[in-house]
């Protein structure tokens, strides 16, 4: 079993800052590919920034310039520091893992998610 936990979010005024952090745990080899995805209600859930093992990043173009992810390998830790934030981020963010169990299979999970609001 492989376990994400997500900490981080709540609510924010526009132009404020968050910091989400998620810990991958369990039972396995290598987490390579981690990222983060958001859903607003009504909408479909979202690839809004990734990064893979090496360091390499992407982003979605509505967080670029403003969203920041990194992670720390020795942790298996990723982050997002969500800055300059507006009303239209307000959604629930979902982590994101992909990596290698003990014997070459592959995994893909979930955290649970965490409420991010940006509201005055």
């Known amino acids: 079993q492989v376990q994400l936990v997500e900490s981080g979010g709540g609510l924010v005024q526009p132009g404020g800052s968050v910091r989400l952090s998620c810990a991958a745990s369990g039972r396995f080899f290598r987490v390579n590919t981690m990222g983060w995805y958001r859903q607003a209600p009504g909408n479909e859930r979202e690839l809004v920034a990734a990064?893979?093992?090496?360091?390499?990043?992407s982003y979605s173009d509505s967080v670029k310039g403003r969203f920041t992810i990194s992670r720390d390998n020795a942790k298996n830790t990723v982050y997002l520091q969500m800055d300059s934030l507006k009303p239209e981020d307000t959604a629930v963010y979902y982590c994101?893992?992909?990596?290698?169990?003990?014997?070459?299979?592959?995994?893909?999970?979930w955290g649970q998610g965490t409420q991010v609001t940006v509201s005055s």
């Open positions: 994101n893992g992909k990596g290698l169990r003990w014997g070459s299979a592959e995994f893909d999970a």
């Open positions: 990064i893979t093992r090496a360091g390499t990043t």
